[in-house]
Nanobody, 115 residues
Framework: QVQLVESGGGLVQPGGSLRLSCAASGSSVSFDPMGWYRQAPGKQREWVATINRAGYTGYTDSAKGRFTISRDNAKNVVNLHMNSLKPEDTAVYYC?????????WGQGTQVTVSS
């Protein structure tokens, strides 16, 4: 059974940094691409960033210049480095991975930006 497991969330002050990680377990499948999404209270889930196996990346406008997505293909891990965090970045962050036409979600990790 394929599982994506996120880690690294927590409470951080405005202007701080966090690194989220997502590891695939239970299978040797290779996810391509992999991405991060987030859902703030009372809002719809939104796309944050994506990276493919070749290393090509895409970011939503609010993440550009502050967030960096990276991956380790050998370990099937995708990371999201978040800098200059703002209160509006508070959300549950989800990892998503595609295998062909199928996609899989992690359970989410809470990020709270507050003083």
């Amino acid at each position: 059974q394929v599982q994506l497991v996120e880690s690294g969330g927590g409470l951080v002050q405005p202007g701080g940094s966090l690194r989220l990680s997502c590891a695939a377990s239970g299978s040797s499948v290779s996810f391509d691409p992999m991405g991060w999404y987030r859902q703030a209270p009372g809002k719809q889930r939104e796309w944050v960033a994506t990276i493919n196996r070749a290393g090509y990346t895409g970011y939503t406008d609010s993440a550009k210049g502050r967030f960096t997505i990276s991956r380790d293909n050998a370990k099937n891990v995708v990371n999201l480095h978040m800098n200059s965090l703002k209160p509006e970045d508070t959300a549950v962050y989800y990892c998503r991975g595609w295998v062909g036409a199928a996609n899989f979600w992690g359970q989410g990790t809470q990020v709270t930006v507050s003083s």
